[in-house]
């Protein structure tokens, strides 16, 4: 027979904690002592690497034919004479007077050995200002090939369909205003025939309006 202070003393026994179970005590390193995880996507680049500034894509959209030519070198003073008259881009601004003058100024200049039209690309970004200088940088690189490439890309950013139409609706109703001779709307006529060159009007149909006039 078990007396009450032998199950007093059986049970403290049992609720005795066998040091074998005890966990040991971890200590654990604070999160600003840790050395940041390496996050790593499917090309095997780091974080840090993906968030570096790009290096490619810089490239010019024309692209200028290698000149092998000797002691080849752009004069600045011709330079100076295709921005004397630059082209901003403005709605009153013509774009065909523009690649005229254009083409008179690159022609007085010859180069042995260097094709006119490499000349012409490298120097026609100089012509340009404001918002045709925005509009050139922003064409892809390398998407312009050609001096023709240019020239149909730039006619069609600044002569857009629209601006054809009405060129072509004035040249169809033009009439001799009250106050002007002859010659004075003759000239006014043939500005009209100069601002729209593609303007589709047969010779003939230009000599009907002059007898109109």
């Known amino acids: 027979m078990r007396t009450r202070s032998q199950s007093r003393n059986s049970n403290h026994q049992q609720q005795q904690v066998n040091p074998t179970f005890v966990e040991p005590f971890n200590l654990v390193e604070p999160i600003e002592n840790q050395a940041p995880p ?15 500034a790009p290096t490619v894509g810089y490239e010019d959209a024309i692209v200028v034919p290698e000149i092998t030519a000797d002691n080849f070198e752009l ?31 690159t022609s007085t200049m010859k180069f042995p050995n260097v094709p006119s039209t490499s000349v012409k690309l490298m120097l026609f970004p100089f012509s340009l200002e404001g918002a045709a200088r925005i509009w050139l940088e922003k064409e892809p690189p390398r998407s312009i090939l050609t001096w023709d490439d240019l020239v149909s890309k730039f006619i069609n950013k ?56």
């Not at 006529?189 to 149909?205: I, Q, T, V």
């Open 158 to 213: 600044f002569f857009p369909p629209s601006k054809t139409t009405n060129l072509r609706n004035e040249i169809t109703r033009f009439q001799q205003r009250f106050d002007e001779t002859f010659y004075e709307a003759w000239d006014r006529f043939n500005d009209l025939l100069r601002a729209c060159p593609h303007h589709g009007f047969s010779e003939l149909h230009q000599l009907d309006t002059s007898i109109m006039l």
């Open 38 to 52: 390496v996050v790593t996507m499917d090309d095997n680049r780091t974080m840090a690497q993906l968030l570096e």
């Open 75 to 105: 004069k600045h003073g011709l330079l100076t004479l295709v921005q004397n008259k630059q082209f901003f881009g403005h709605d009153k601004e013509d774009p065909h007077a523009h690649i005229r003058y254009f083409n008179k100024i």
